[in-house]
């Protein structure tokens, strides 16, 4: 179980992490610039980012136990699918803020 509680500490400064560097890039987004149809796939993809985030932590928090009724390795994978849907969804807000409204 200490090694459970080990992952479940690096997963949590990892989710940290990668919402401040969400919270940074999006403090360069200059919204005023984008049309309509932009500024709308932004909100999306901010709203779906934190949304991951949000179930990402919550499945962190209850991580090793039995409470969601599913073994250690699951529990694990969907934390990193989920973190990976949030990479991506970056590199999609990265791409509307620096290339496509530049």
Do not use: P
Request: hydrophobic fraction near 30%; charged fraction near 25%.
């Amino acid at each position: 179980m200490k090694h459970d509680k080990y992952i479940q500490i690096e997963l949590q400064n990892h989710y940290r992490q990668i919402s401040k560097w969400f919270n940074d890039l999006k403090s360069n987004a200059n919204t005023e610039k984008f049309d309509a149809e932009t500024l709308e796939r932004y909100n999306k993809l901010s709203n779906d980012y934190d949304n991951y985030l949000v179930s990402a932590q919550r499945k962190i928090n209850c991580f090793g136990s039995d409470f969601i009724g599913k073994n250690f390795n699951q529990q694990f994978d969907e934390v990193i699918q989920l973190f990976t849907r949030a990479r991506n969804i970056y590199n999609e807000v990265y791409e509307i803020i620096y290339i496509t409204s530049a």
